[in-house]
């Protein structure tokens, strides 16, 4: 039996939040960002020699197109007593999501027409501006950091993507794109501001999909 | 002196800089502080050690580049655009309250506030470590030792919204003055102490070095690692969970409480003071609105109106622009977190304790564009005057 949880409880704020990234992860792109709105529902089940598994609704937005509700339905299984393995997540989202093929297209275009590899720094700067020709960027990195806050959410934690550090794209011989990102990610719980190094491959039709990932050293 | 910068191609080579950062006696001063191989780390070196830095790097195989091969033309160019750039805005009358700005000038524009308002005094109530003065704005008409309202920004300085709404909202009381009837019947009665940057050093460091930093940026004894949360390091619930023992950490609690000048000179004043009826403080980001205790999950004794005034405040923040703000007390409603500032004040007698986390809610976080401060600045001011207008009744 589930037990149902205030919105505004924790717990279910952290498990949204790695839903939040495993749907970037899943369905971002260049031509799209998802962004909680709103936690609507939660429900807790505790399963024995199992671990606690959350059940959310969650209103969602494209920033691309602020107008429109996206709902979608979201569980998230934290393992018992894991600390190395990654929640199970599955989400359903209701409707469709704008089509982003175009956009897509015109990206892929213009970044493996450039001469020199693509290399830029601090996404968004201090001020919090976000040159226009980088947005697709930094759309990109919610993708790759969404993949790496799914993977090391636990009850415990609560990711954002604070800044793109540093992003180096990687010419490739076959037809996917490869961005090297360094993101750091603020973790709300501990208040650390942690760097991670992830290697993204991306491509119009095939999607995306983390290459490598690995937290970067020590701070400072 | 020049700087440069150095690209580590493995943990190895960044060991080697950890060490040379270790070696205090060389005087090197990172702008980007060894952290990671794949970042790089820029470097300022005094003039009589350039040779035997590059000697070493070179020995060692590792990379560098000249990013300013001579520091003083820069800073004399630098000095140069800021004296013509302070020129022009001595001409012009206006601060842009609506874009982020230098500790320098924000505390230009403290005494701009307190020249031109006659009952805006800027006071000094102490030190930071790094021996910056920590500015306090007083708002009062007059009477002796009024009940008075604390509020204060930036005590985590990579929060660059809660400094920049601070001065927007000290520049909003003190022109509203006198034509808006709900700000001038409370300083009429009330005092109000503003602190806008209660962590300088912290802030400065964001400017210059580290964007993220939170921080005081105290040196530790027996720690490479520099600095104690500010927010932790109150004598409530001191060294409690939710606070970290351990230096490095950005929850770090500090070797004990009130350790933190940036902490200790604030304390003092409050309580030298004697009158103080409520105790507010800006951070960001979440968006929530909250009352004690951080230090403990049980509810304050005031809980009824404290959640009450709370949710007026965050009813009247969301009039403008729609944000909606979380009410609650800080251990349900973000994390438990003990040492922080709210609890003590609370604890001392002040009951009228909250803490505001602005906008937004992590798209941006930390980051928060420029054209966000005016809406960020104009609706918190809201909440705040609600709870004032509040206090002031309650204080009557």
Known sequence: RAMELPSSHLSAARAAAAAVGYLRYLRGGPGRGLQLRELRRARRQDIDDVGHKYYLELELEDVLDKDRTVNCTAEVLYHLGSKTSAPDVQVTVQGELRSTEDADQEFYNRIRSLEKELVAENIPDSHGNVPPELEPIHRLAWVASGYVIWQNSTENTKFHLAQVKHVKQVKRSDEDLQFDFVVLLHEMVSQEVLPWEVTLLWHPQRGARVAQSRAAGAGS | ?396
């Open chain 2, 1 to 396: 002196h020049q700087v440069l910068r150095i690209k580590t191609k493995n943990e190895e080579e960044l060991k080697q800089l950890q060490l040379l950062e270790s070696l205090e006696h060389l005087e090197l001063d990172f702008w980007i502080n060894p952290s990671a191989p794949a970042l790089p780390v820029d470097v300022r070196i005094p003039a009589v050690r350039v040779q035997s830095v590059k000697a070493f790097l070179e020995s060692q195989g590792i990379e560098y580049s000249i990013l300013i091969e001579d520091l003083q033309d820069v800073l004399d160019k630098e000095k140069q655009d800021m004296v013509e750039s302070a020129q022009r805005q001595r001409s012009s009358t206006t601060f842009d309250f609506g874009a982020y700005h230098t500790l320098d000038d924000i505390n230009a524009e403290l005494d701009h506030l307190a020249s031109e308002y006659s009952f805006v005094e800027k006071i000094q109530i102490g030190e930071s470590y790094e021996k910056r003065p920590l500015y306090v704005l007083k708002f009062s008409t007059g009477g002796s030792n009024r009940p008075a309202i604390w509020l204060d920004a930036g005590i985590h300085s990579r929060e660059w919204v809660t400094q920049a709404s601070a001065l927007w909202i000290a520049n909003k009381i003190a022109s509203d003055y006198g034509t808006d009837e709900s700000i001038t019947s409370l300083l009429d009665k009330m005092d109000l102490f503003l602190l806008p940057v209660a962590n300088p050093d912290g802030f400065v460091y964001t400017h210059t070095s580290n964007r993220m930093w939170r921080k005081t940026r105290s040196k530790i004894p027996g720690s490479i690692c520099v600095g104690v949360d500010p927010n932790r390091n109150w004598d409530a619930g001191f060294g409690g969970p939710g606070a970290s023992n351990r230096p490095c950490s950005d929850s770090y609690h500090g070797p004990r409480a009130n350790s933190e000048v940036e902490v200790k000179s604030v304390v003092d004043f409050i309580k030298n003071h004697g009158n103080f009826k409520a105790f507010l403080t800006l951070h960001s980001y979440s968006q929530l609105l909250m009352y004690p205790y951080g230090y403990k999950c049980t509810r304050p004794d005031d809980y009824a109106e404290l959640e009450s005034l709370g949710r007026a405040a965050a009813s009247s923040i969301r009039s403008l622009y729609g944000t909606t703000f979380q009410v609650g007390t800080i251990c349900k409603t973000i994390y438990q977190a003990s040492g922080g500032s709210i609890d003590w004040s609370y604890d001392n007698g002040i009951k009228y304790s909250f803490a505001f986390e602005l906008r937004d809610t992590g798209r941006y976080g930390f980051l928060l564009p420029a054209n966000q401060i005016l809406p960020a600045a104009q609706e918190t001011w809201l909440g705040l005057k609600t709870i004032m207008e509040h206090v002031r009744d309650k204080s009557s």
